[in-house]
C-alpha cells in the first residue's frame, strides 16, 4: 500500500517562500515519477508540478513555472516542492501525488492513484 505523507506548509506572507516535503512510502519510489496538485477553496484541484523518476525531467503549470522548483530525493524517497514569491493566490491545500503506473510525467499525471493528505499553504499579509 503507498503512502504519501506531506509536510512544510504553513502561513507566510506574499513574496516569501515554503518547501513542501512528501514522504512516501510502500513500493519502489525511484520507479515511479511523482507530482504536486493544489486544491484552493470553491476550485477544483489542479496540478501544480511533476517530476520524472529519475529527478532530470520536470514540468509545471503556467501559474507557478519560474517560481516552484519540484525536485526528488530518491534515496530519502522523498518529493520536494520549494515554493518562492509566494501569492496570496497560490494559497491552497497541496498535495503530493503518486501514479498507478510507470511512465513519462505526462502518463503519470494522467494516472494519478494515489493522494496525500495535504499540507495547507495560506498566503496573506
Known amino acids: 500500500q503507498v503512502q504519501l505523507v506531506e509536510s512544510g506548509g504553513g502561513l507566510v506572507q506574499p513574496g516569501g517562500s515554503l518547501r513542501l516535503s512528501c514522504a512516501a512510502s510502500?513500493?519502489?519510489?525511484?520507479?515511479?515519477?511523482m507530482g504536486w496538485f493544489r486544491q484552493a477553496p470553491g476550485k477544483e484541484r489542479e496540478f501544480v508540478a511533476g517530476?520524472?523518476?529519475?529527478?532530470?525531467?520536470?514540468k509545471y503549470a503556467d501559474s507557478v513555472n519560474g517560481r516552484f522548483t519540484i525536485s526528488r530525493d530518491n534515496a530519502k524517497n522523498t518529493v520536494y516542492l520549494q515554493m518562492s514569491s509566494l501569492k496570496p493566490e497560490d494559497t491552497a491545500l497541496y498535495h503530493c501525488?503518486?501514479?498507478?503506473?510507470?511512465?513519462?510525467?505526462?502518463?503519470?499525471?494522467?494516472?494519478?492513484?494515489?493522494w496525500g493528505q495535504g499540507t495547507q499553504v495560506t498566503v496573506s499579509s
Open positions: 501525488a503518486a501514479p498507478s503506473r510507470m511512465g513519462t510525467i505526462d502518463e503519470a499525471m494522467g494516472a494519478i492513484a494515489y
Open positions: 517530476i520524472s523518476r529519475s529527478g532530470i525531467s520536470t
Open positions: 510502500g513500493r519502489t519510489f525511484s520507479f515511479y515519477a
